[in-house]
């Protein structure tokens, strides 16, 4: 069984608020329009830090030091993006043809139907993609060196005020793969 399978699977068993909200959008035949600015919601989000601490381990090099050190800063990245205001916000903009996603000035533009390019944090390069699945749209991006992999799967709940956010980040210096589920409300245009 691939990461991937074993991943989405994992994603659909997140709750019956993600089942709930599939439901009602498949009864209704109807992509949703995720477009808006989504606050982060802590209490109905998981420990975003603890999973980070976690998945990525200490903040100090052992051992291999060129190894770890990549892993050190993929750590101070992420902690930093969960400790800056302006990260709390989420962006996006969905077309027929185009998701746009991502936080201050880290958007991140996905085509549907085609692969593109883009810069990660770290300078590499890295294959996107976007699809629809079902009523939810999967983001992933894969560096070129098969060294790590990000997907996000985003379900927006009945009523269109909450956002859940599966996301996975897998790199080979990682203890293990970094799995979040956040919540996000829209806020006011």
Partial sequence: M??????????ASVGALILVGSAAYAA????????????????RSED???????????DYTSGD???????????????????N???????????????????GDDVSIYYFGREASSYGPGGGILKATVRWQGDQILTEEKASKDDGRIAALYTLLPGGKTLLVAWRLEHKTLLKPL????AFDRMPE
């Fill in 179 to 182: 799995e979040l589920k956040m």
């Fill in 48 to 58: 975003v830090r603890a999973a980070i601490i976690d998945s990525v381990g200490s």
């Fill in 2 to 11: 691939s990461a991937l399978s074993s991943y989405l699977r994992a994603v």
């Fill in 85 to 103: 205001p302006e990260k709390q916000v989420l962006t996006i903009e969905q077309t027929a043809d185009t998701f746009k996603s991502g936080t």
């Fill in 65 to 83: 030091a060129k190894k770890d050190a990549v892993r050190v800063w993929i750590r101070r990245w992420l902690l930093g993006a969960i400790d």
């Fill in 28 to 43: 209704a035949d109807v992509q949703p329009d995720m477009t808006g600015h989504w606050k982060f919601n802590v209490k």
